[in-house]
């Protein structure tokens, strides 16, 4: 089945942080915080996904508060950090959700992202993941982890379902 005709099913899309949402860096302050840096336009398109009926949610082998500020702002309330299994984790949301694994997209950028995206209906990689997570996606976007990755695959999936246009055409309506 093509990546067009398995975005026409994606209810829930579940996202790695660190190398999808983010650039994969990690930055330390010099008294060991961590710091992370999201795109603001990979933050309007989870916005634009949710106001469309997609169901979010963040599922992170990694713990760090500002993933769960991010995430707060962007009123993702399905967030999940130190996850070991992210299959797992996200069979147990389907049961939550009522949703069946066709109807899931996963995007992920390395090995420990394998198990959920195979499963997935949908798999989905930044433009940088590493290259055997590549090679199992339907959907490789052209923009990098970071820098637009996601709001790439949110506006393919929000084309493939007939919805994009009449978002654009609503905006465009407001000039």
């Known amino acids: 089945m093509e990546a067009r005709s398995r975005a026409t099913r994606v ?11 983010t650039d994969g860096c990690m930055y330390y302050s010099g008294k060991g915080e961590t710091f992370k840096v999201f795109n603001v336009h990979d933050g309007f398109g989870i916005k634009l996904a949710k106001l469309s009926g ?20 962007l009123g993702i309330t399905h967030v999940y950090q130190g996850v070991p299994n992210k299959r797992t984790l996200l069979a147990g949301l389907l049961e939550k959700v009522g ?3 066709p109807g899931v997209a996963f995007m992920g950028d390395d090995l420990v992202d394998l198990p959920a ?14 290259s055997q997570v590549r090679a199992h996606a339907h959907y490789v976007t052209q923009a990098k982890a ?7 695959a ?5 084309a ?5 246009d009449a978002i654009v055409a609503g905006y465009v309506d407001q000039a």
């Open 99 to 101: 949703f069946g694994w």
């Open 11 to 21: 209810k829930l899309l579940a996202f790695d942080i660190d190398g999808v949402l």
């Open 117 to 130: 995206m195979v499963r997935s209906g949908m798999a989905l990689a930044p433009a940088n993941a590493v």
């Open 160 to 164: 493939a379902q007939g919805k994009l």
């Open 54 to 73: 997609i169901e979010v949610a963040i599922i992170s082998s990694r713990k760090s508060e500002m993933v769960a500020a991010r995430a707060a702002d």
């Open 154 to 158: 949110i506006d393919y999936i929000l």
């Open 146 to 152: 970071g820098d637009g990755a996601v709001r790439e």
